[in-house]
């Protein structure tokens, strides 16, 4: 009991909107500081970005590869989210296009925006789709575990790169098989939680191509179980309460795992803490470049979307009113 209540009193210092604005403000400040870091450390800070303009077609790779993210972490929520009411793939697309986007201002405008449509566009209750943001938030984290737990077993085995990749992946085969589970009984949903992990986890394998990119293209390439670990810790950035996305906080995270990792763990070359800053700044911006234009599309459509049900409504209620 005191410590659920402990918990809950830290979760209301964190609601108050002075105490986010700082927390926001802090992670603005650590992005300036890992692009000061990375200009002021140019023999290995900026190198990641100027061998980018030499391999064009890992460079659009690298712009490419978030979408597949967005596309697979929206394929989650949509599993999740079914069970409490009808949502389209393509909605939910474009839910997590605009939340993408919007979550890099204060407060994370995302995440409440996502959940007033579903209320009343969708019919889904307020709770529900907090029920969902908290299950989504649990298999995240399991996925983030169990990504830097294999790769840290991987590190240690004499393995082929192959051996190493087919034991990070074996999370995935694992949830998939769990996707035929009865759908009857207590285990009814066991399969929906299965599909989100699935999705979820190959979101994560995704991200670790994206940092064995990354670091390939910047001229220190890494082994798959570096690229894994880092994945997953940069990826768990995100669910800390600083600025939206893990800005800041990822491209330090990322910066401190690439340099403190020991050499045991596959790493190919030693790297300062500028080098891996740096390479986090190049994600950003490749992140960014497609940020911008999917999350401005999406708030366009989503807020037709809005429109339209919002008059089918008022038609519906005059018809109710004359009848």
Not at 204 to 219: D, H, K, N, P, Q
Request: net charge positive.
């Amino acid at each position: 009991m005191g410590g659920a209540s402990a918990a809950r009193g830290v979760q209301g210092v964190i609601a108050k909107p002075a105490v986010r604005l700082a927390l926001f403000g802090f992670g603005a400040a650590l992005f300036g500081f890992a692009i000061y870091t990375a200009w002021s450390g140019s023999s290995d800070g900026l190198r990641a970005f100027s061998r980018a303009v030499e391999h064009p077609f890992t460079l659009a790779l690298l712009v490419f590869l978030p979408l597949v993210c967005l596309f697979l972490a929206s394929m989650s929520f949509w599993v999740l989210t079914r069970r409490f009411g009808k949502v389209d793939v393509h909605e939910m697309l474009m839910l997590l296009g605009g939340a993408w986007l919007l979550n890099y201002l204060p407060f994370k405008p995302g995440v409440a925006g996502r959940v007033a449509y579903h209320k009343s566009v969708n019919g889904i209750d307020v709770r529900w789709s907090l029920v969902v943001v908290a299950q989504s938030i649990v298999i995240g984290l399991a996925c983030f575990t169990a990504q830097i737990a294999l790769a840290s077993i991987a590190a240690e085995r004499a393995w082929s790169e192959w051996g190493k990749g087919a034991l990070l992946a074996t999370p995935l085969g694992l949830a998939v098989l769990g996707v035929a589970l009865p759908r009857r009984g207590i285990g009814a949903n066991a399969w929906r939680y299965s599909a989100a992990f699935a999705f979820r986890y190959a979101d994560s394998l995704v991200w670790a191509g994206r940092y064995w990119l990354l670091f390939w293209i910047a001229g220190r390439p890494q082994g798959l179980s570096t690229s894994a670990a880092i994945a997953g810790v940069s990826q768990s950035a995100s669910l800390l309460p600083f600025a939206g996305n893990g800005l800041g906080v990822r491209e330090w995270m990322v910066g401190l795992a690439a340099r403190s990792l020991p050499e045991w763990y596959g790493k190919q070359t030693a790297m300062p803490v500028a080098y891996g800053v740096s390479a986090e700044l190049l994600n950003r911006a490749c992140e960014f470049a497609v940020a911008v234009p999917v999350g401005l599309l999406s708030l366009w459509w989503l807020i037709r979307r809005f429109g339209k049900a919002r008059a089918t409504e008022s038609v519906a209620a005059v018809g109710a009113i004359r009848t």
